[in-house]
């Protein structure tokens, strides 16, 4: 299997110039007084000894990769990796779920929660509700049925999203000029969700695409005006279209799965650990079809069961096609990342963010090998 550290090998191979990726070499001395640390730290279960983690902790690569349309970039150094963190304690954090179940609010939706003016939208498993503390005028949510946000499976995403897009076009038929919309799921606090109990979030909003979905159609249109004033050979990954050949160049370093015409590719540039990113090529209205619906139970299943990923909380943004506007060049985009350990921390003990001054200032920092990430999500496709 090839790792983050052939990427920059790969990608030179191919006629293509959306992504750049370069490894680096980082070095440093360790006193001795610090050695039988270190060595505990970078030593390996049957590795050859502590001067071999050592030297495995003097010579660090770092692999950066950068995208030349959206200026995302990621720094990956596995070394980061076997650094010693406390291992999440599921047991502490499936009773925190359970005891927090005693003043839910989400689980008496209709007495707890806040209505739109115009009512609520009940799913099969799951209702809707007006944000209590809103961060855009029109923001609504989906309360799933089950308290535990884990508990889902390939019929409750279609419905959750379903309901979504409904409560979408209820509120743009009741003002047109909202047009510009946004899904997306926190689950559990360290990916900034403020109640355990599971939800989504649903916006809509007059004036343009949210921030990050814009960086995305800006960058879309420049690669398609730079292939046209080009005169740059077309090839298997550069046909013009940005997300075709962003999805070609993740084909061909082996970082994606294609399934007629959906997509989920291990990002190149993670916006943090773990990141795969679904298209759905084949959606036209302001809509999600199935096949992406079973992409993304696919990617959270294996986000959640499977051991090598082993996610305990996460975020997915979903971009969708905007109201009654013309010119929009992208498909479905789903973007699903891991955001660590949510346990709760015995009092008098502070967690350390997974996202720090290089994540909001610079470039993303991760650990974790996209190539590790696809081939986990393929054993799990066809299990949802
Ligand atoms: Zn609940």
């Not at 076997?82 to 779920?97: G, H, M, N, Q, W």
Request: with cysteine; hydrophobic share 40%.
């Amino acid at each position: 299997m090839a790792t983050i550290l052939d990427l920059p090998e790969l990608l030179r191979e191919l006629e293509q110039d959306i992504f750049q990726a370069e490894v680096l070499q980082g070095r440093l001395v360790v006193p001795s007084a610090l050695a039988p640390k270190i060595a505990r730290w970078y030593g390996r279960p049957g590795g050859r000894g502590p001067d071999a983690a050592l030297a495995r902790a003097c010579e660090q690569r770092v692999v950066k990769t950068f995208n030349a349309y959206t200026f995302e970039g990621a720094q990956f150094n596995e070394r980061r990796a076997e650094r010693p963190v406390a291992k999440p304690d599921t047991r502490s954090l499936a009773a925190f779920i359970e005891d927090a179940k005693e003043e839910c609010d989400f689980c008496d939706p209709l007495n707890m929660t806040c209505a739109d003016v115009w009512g609520r939208i009940e799913g099969k498993d799951c209702i809707t509700a007006a944000n209590a503390a809103k961060y855009d005028a029109n923001h609504g949510m989906v309360i799933f049925g089950p308290h535990h946000p884990h508990a889902f499976d390939r019929e409750h995403i279609q419905d959750y999203v379903q309901t979504a897009l409904q409560w979408l076009n209820r509120t743009h038929k009741g003002d047109r000029n909202l047009r510009y919309p946004f899904i997306m799921w926190n689950c559990l606090g360290s990916a900034g969700a403020s109640l355990v109990h599971g939800h989504l979030h649903m916006l809509l909003n007059p004036y343009g695409f949210y921030a990050r979905h814009a960086s995305l159609v800006s960058a879309t249109h420049n690669y398609q005006e730079r292939c046209q004033t080009g005169n740059q050979t077309r090839s298997r990954t550069r046909s013009g279209d940005y997300w075709r050949d962003w999805t070609a160049v993740h084909r061909e370093v082996g970082l994606a799965v294609e399934s007629g015409d959906v997509v989920i590719a291990a990002a190149i540039t993670p916006v943090k650990e773990k990141e795969v990113v679904i298209l759905d090529f084949g959606f036209r209205d302001m809509a999600v079809g199935e096949g992406a619906m079973d992409a993304l139970t696919t990617v959270l299943r294996a986000f959640l069961d499977d051991e090598s990923l082993a996610v305990l909380s996460f975020n997915v943004g979903i971009y969708l096609r905007p109201f009654e506007v013309s010119n929009y060049r992208l498909p479905l985009i789903i973007r699903c990342v891991d955001r660590g350990d949510p346990s709760p921390l015995p009092s008098g003990k502070s967690k350390t963010s997974d996202v720090g001054g290089m994540e909001l200032y610079g470039s993303s920092v991760v650990s974790f090998d996209p190539f590790k990430v696809i081939a986990a999500i393929k054993r799990h496709m066809g299990n949802v």
